[in-house]
C-alpha cells in the first residue's frame, strides 16, 4: 500500500507563501498523476493542481492559475505545491493523491492545513 504523507502547512498573513510537500512511502515512478486538492468546513472538496508525467499534462484550477505552481522530484517519489500571494480564501486543508488517471486517484495523504489570515 503506498503512504502519501503532506506538510509543509501553517498560517500565514495574506499575500505570504508556503511550500507543500508530499513524500511517498514507494517509488510513483509506475504512477502518472499525482496532484493537489483542498476541503474547508462545509464545502466541497475541490481539485487544485494536478500533473501526470505520462502525458506531460499538468492543470491548475482557476482559482489558483498564476498563483500556485506544482512540480514532481521522481527521484524522492516527492510531490510539491510551492503557493504564493496566499489569500483567504486558500484556508484549507490540503490533501495529496496519485493514481494512474485523473479521474483515478487511489491513493490519498491525511491531509495538512494551510491557514491564511488578513
Known sequence: QVQL???????VQ???????SCVASISTAGISCMGW??????QER???AIMCTRTNYTNYADSVK???TISRDSAKNTLFLQMNNLKP???AMYYCAA???TSTLNYWGQGTQVTVSS
Open 89 to 91: 480564501d486558500d484556508t
Open 46 to 48: 475541490e481539485r487544485v
Open 99 to 101: 493514481g494512474p488517471y
Open 14 to 20: 495574506a499575500g505570504g507563501s508556503l511550500r507543500l
Open 37 to 42: 486538492f483542498r476541503q474547508s468546513p462545509g
Open 66 to 68: 498564476g498563483r500556485f
Open 5 to 11: 504523507v503532506e506538510s509543509g502547512g501553517g498560517s
